[in-house]
């Protein structure tokens, strides 16, 4: 009874797919119908992914390093800059621009200006007149001793009773205050620097003559038209505040980062589209140069377009957007997917030369459908096992990739044979004849020549460069291969700066990049700061001299002056005393309008955090107006911030911070992120390339039903898996033959997009070996015959593959081209595996060499 259901079950299966051939051949219109009612959905659901390039979309959303940055950035008024950049001849004209044009930006004012910034007038005048609060007490001593001691010189002179006349206390006059005034107040700090950087207030580099004025907005670089909204009206302030009639030279410009950024973005956008259609382009070329049947090509391009467009609006509906790891999917997914089209293709044409195509149709269903499906499951096996770490980067990647295999494989099937159907009806699709059919050949002709003239040469040459690769491969893992020079996974600079990359970097010059490279940490009350920052330098100065995590710790304290008391009682005292020597002649009135000018405010107070400016205090500042309670840390002297072993040692000073009170702050920022991306990068690579090679193994085991054939797919794979390993270790070596004839070893180090290849190359690996094993037992053993028909596919399927990834290597961000560079060199390796090496053991194994 048992037997029997098997074979109900089998017979079940035959009567539903020979209901869809005959479906597909007799009703292929009805069936395209379908076709174009899904595109048309997947393709509106595909046009609403959006496109996010933060690090962090690269992490869970549950780690703590995001979890904090987004709720210290939830409190930082993060506001874009959009600056103004007026270049001309004349520095007496671009300021009178400056003058005009900084009251008319005031007027757009909220929701698009929170703020104009024109020069530091305004926080200068505020450390003029509180200079000496600001100057050293030692200073300030000095100053109030001599003044005390010349008016006391004074006085003990008009009464007769001064005994020291080696003595005479500098002069209370206007020319002799201001020289002590000026070299003792000169080093108050702030204003000092103000005066110093811009000598006349204003964001001027007399030299170039380049001026700036700065408009804060809370508009993002996301936020595309209300970008343009602004940039038009501080287009048209500038037209009022009419530049040509300061200086008809100047040259007004406008920068900013709401510019550079959303530049970047556009930049990264039109590399993803630019990446994709190159992708595209070789793989229908190297497509039609074997089948040369532009109608052939069509079918295939038809099909792997609804599979495409099928998986990135699946995508929409399960992740919603698209990530630096996934955006560039497109050309992987098109690559990875044709191959079931190529596979079912070249069994159609080798069953159409002695078959009607309804026949035909049914032959490449019979034959192809269980090893096409098994390369489909052990390619989503691999992207799955992706989908099954906390990395985001590789479980989107993982998710996109993965579904994009199944439905690449199912819309292959379901209508890649209606529109043959439909082709045929037009005109009959004829296999390739004389040198079209032996060009095709040369696909696979090269390898069963190998494998069948020389399989135990073939065997012994796989084995020796085996051995070495598996011990090369070994070194490269135990060398520890993972990637810590962030600058080599960034963009290269490709065509020079932009006009607004050049303006910012003049700009830089002039305002100066002021926490650029910093990390704030955000507490939730004024009186933890000084806490924090106490705690936060003892473990500083408590680590090695040569591993220093940070330099400083910058509070609002920072901006306030220390011993205000004592230097308020000093202050106060001078200038009452000087004051006195003008009441009793000490000083004429024609000296006291002189240094009247000279003396601190007669009603001077002590500094709060409240009575800072919002230009000095505005790194601070709060979302919210919260003043106080951002901390600052600037990275370690001699140390960079773009070595990732650096980052994880940073980031570990201040992911979280115990007080005094018991109350724990924690901290994240950019170089939080980019060490989990780092450490997240390494803990799951592990975990991934096991689970890919245990499904793998599972899957193929599965469709072989146990044999040793699925044991010498399995076999293939991992030997194809090592030499990759082996090109990664020795990529970028320099050779003795080379210019300069020494030997250098130097590896391709793994970063978060490179390792994708390690486990996908697995299970897409595994793609060529299936098919040339599934073939060889259809073909009765007949290996000759299976490399050059199917194994010509396998290669045409590797090319495919290859090209896509090789695309990836026009893209100006160095991860995605080391990412092309790895996977290109799996698929080398998987292919000579499956469809050279494996050939040959089975022609070994079966004692004979078939004829060439």
Known sequence: MSSQRPSKRRARDVALL?????????RPWVVLAVALLSVALAGLLASKLSLKTALGELLPENKESVIVADQVNERLAAMSTLTVVAEGSDNEGLKRFVDALAPELRKIGPPDVGS????????????TERRFLYAPLKEVQEIHDEILDRYEYEVAQRAGTWMDDDYEPPPLTEESLRKRFEERAKKSGLEAKAKKSFPDGYYLNPETHVIAVLVRTPIGSGALERSAQLEAKVRAAIDRAQPQQHDPTMKVSLAGNLLSSAEVYQQIKGDLAHVGFWGVVLILSVVFLYYLRLRTVAAMTLTVGIGATWTFGLAYLLIGHLNSSTGFLFSIVVGNGINFGIIYMARYLEARRESEAAESVRIAHRETWLPTLTAAAAATAAYGSLA????????????????????????????????????????????PVGWSARLRGLYGRPFAWLAGRFPRAVILVATFVTVGSFVLAYRYIAA????????????????????????????????GRTGQDGIALATDRLDQVLPLKAALEKRRDAAPAKRKPFAKVVTVHSLLPKQQAEKLALITEARSRIERAHDKGFIDDEQWKKVEELLPAEHLTTIGID????????SFTEKDGTRGRLVYLTPAAGRSVWDGTYLIDWAASFRRTELPDGSVI????????????????GEDAPKAII?????????VVLAFRGRWSGLAVVASVIVGLGWMLAILAIYKSDWPWSEGGQLRVEAIKLNFLNFVALPITIGVGADYAVNVMQRYRHAGGDIRRVVVETGGAVV????????????????VNQAIQSFGIAAAAGEICCVLTGVLVLPAVLVWRAGRSPSG
């Open 18 to 26: 020979n209901r869809l051939i005959r479906m597909q051949t007799e």
């Open 116 to 127: 104009v910034d024109e020069g530091v007038q305004r926080a200068r005048e505020f450390f």
């Open 388 to 431: 099954v770490t906390d990395f985001r980067g590789f479980k989107h990647f993982g998710v996109i990739g993965g579904t994009g295999m199944l439905l690449c494989w199912l819309a292959t099937y379901a209508f890649l044979p209606a529109i043959l159907m439909v082709f045929e009806r037009f005109s009959p699709i004829k296999p």
């Open 480 to 511: 520890d291969p993972m990637e810590y020079n962030m600058r080599n996974i960034g963009n290269e600079q490709v065509g020079g700066v932009s006009e607004v990359v050049r303006l910012n970097r003049l700009v830089d010059k002039i305002v």
């Open 611 to 618: 009575d800072l400016p919002e230009q000095v205090v505005r």
């Open 666 to 681: 924690k901290g994240s920022g950019r170089s939080a992120v980019f060490a989990d991306v780092i450490l997240a990068v």
């Open 691 to 699: 689970v890919s090679l245990l499904a793998t193994l599972v899957i």
């Open 796 to 811: 045409l399927c590797s090319l495919t593959t290859m090209l896509g990834y090789s695309a990836l290597t026009m893209s």
